[in-house]
């Protein structure tokens, strides 16, 4: 262990110089290390080669700083891990745009296409909803469109909380099982 920490440290003292020959043998020593390590974390194999091939990049851009006195082996994989989380933060940015241009598209004909849907939809609840006696009709247009709680619907109503949750529990089975023939057909 302490013959291959010498070489390693006799290595990065040749790399610091520019040396390429030191640099192939740190590539060997570490290459398949930090892509089983990079793997843990990422499990895309283009991304793990492409992080690896950074680490590296960065090694050499930067070999004139490595520390002597530090393990080299904890700042190659600290530069690793960075990266790591480098790539999750930019993954997760990339969610977040796509999220963002999804849901504020300036694609006016998808606007309406859905402004369509939704309209033809809340026709085929109307028409159900008719079909419903009409205190029902009215306990559940109170809960769901107006927004109003069961408890002051209750109050309005002048009946308990209890009825005004059956009432709408039998009109969600109702709307389902209607709905349902609808769509299918």
Known sequence: MQNNKARIKKHVNFLKKG???????????????????TYGYIHSKDDVENIVQEVFMKIWERRREIDNDLSFESYIFKITFNLILKYYRKSERERNYIKYLYYNSEDEDYKTLNEIEYSSFMELVDKALEKQPARRRSIFKMSRFDYISNKDIASRLNISKRTVENQISKTQEFLRSELKSIIIS
């Open 19 to 37: 040396n390429i020959s030191a640099f192939n043998e740190i590539y060997n020593i570490y290459s398949e290390k930090l892509l089983y390590f």
